[in-house]
Every structure is written in C-alpha cells, then in structure tokens.
C-alpha cells in the first residue's frame, strides 16, 4: 500500500499557475489509479481530475477542463496537477488519492488511499 503526500499549494493571484505534486512511497505506485479531488470551506469533496494506471487516460471536471492538466511520472512514483489560469473558486485543499482499479474515476468512495490534503488559496 502506498502513502501519499502533497506538496505546492500556496498563496497565487487569480490567472496565476501552480503545479501540485503528490509523492508516494513504496514500490507500487504505479498499480494505481489516480486522481485529485479539492474541497472548500462548507463544501463536500468534488472530483477535480483522474489518471489511469500508465498515464493513457485521463479526465477532468467540467470546471477545470482546458485549464488544468494531471500527469504522473511512474519511475518516480510522483503525481501531477499543472493548475493554470487559476480563478478565486479553485480555492480549496486539494487532495490526491490512488484507487486499486484500472481508472479511479470520479467518486471519491472508488479511492482507497489518501493523502493529507494542500490549501491553495486564490486571491482576486
């Protein structure tokens, strides 16, 4: 079983870029499905984006298509999200989470490991 942890959420201005970074440990990274899911303040946790297994597919909320991008680099057992463009409702805590299947998908119940979240606040 993997561990995960996230890393690179910050302070940015709206139409800035971050890039998160969600560094697992152990040796199977790459049996996983991924996926990042955000959440603010009041609000339940929604589906941001999802990779599959060996990076081939992928999928992305509605609000964020065409702005961000997830990515994983298998030999370095690290997943990605480049969030450009950002505006003041991405703000939220952003988590990564793997899922034992082929493709995660976008329930939150469909992943079994999570990491402990990174805010990313988005100022106007």
């Known amino acids: 079983q993997v561990q995960l942890v996230e890393s690179g959420g910050g302070l940015v201005q709206a139409g800035d870029s971050l890039r998160l970074s969600c560094a697992a440990s152990?040796?199977?990274?790459?049996?996983?499905?991924m996926g990042w899911f955000r959440q603010a303040p009041g609000k339940a946790r929604e589906f941001v984006a999802a990779i599959s297994r060996n990076g081939l597919s992928t999928d992305y909320a509605v609000s964020v298509k065409g702005r961000f991008t997830i990515s994983r680099d298998n030999a370095k057992n690290t997943l990605y999200l480049q969030m450009n463009s950002l505006k003041p409702e991405d703000m939220a805590v952003y988590y990564c989470?793997?899922?034992?299947?082929?493709?995660?998908?976008?329930?939150?119940?469909?992943?079994?490991?999570w990491g402990q979240g990174t805010q990313v606040t988005v100022s106007s």
């Open positions: 989470a793997a899922s034992s299947g082929m493709y995660g998908g976008r329930a939150p119940a469909a992943y079994g490991i």
């Open positions: 152990g040796r199977t990274f790459s049996s996983y499905a």
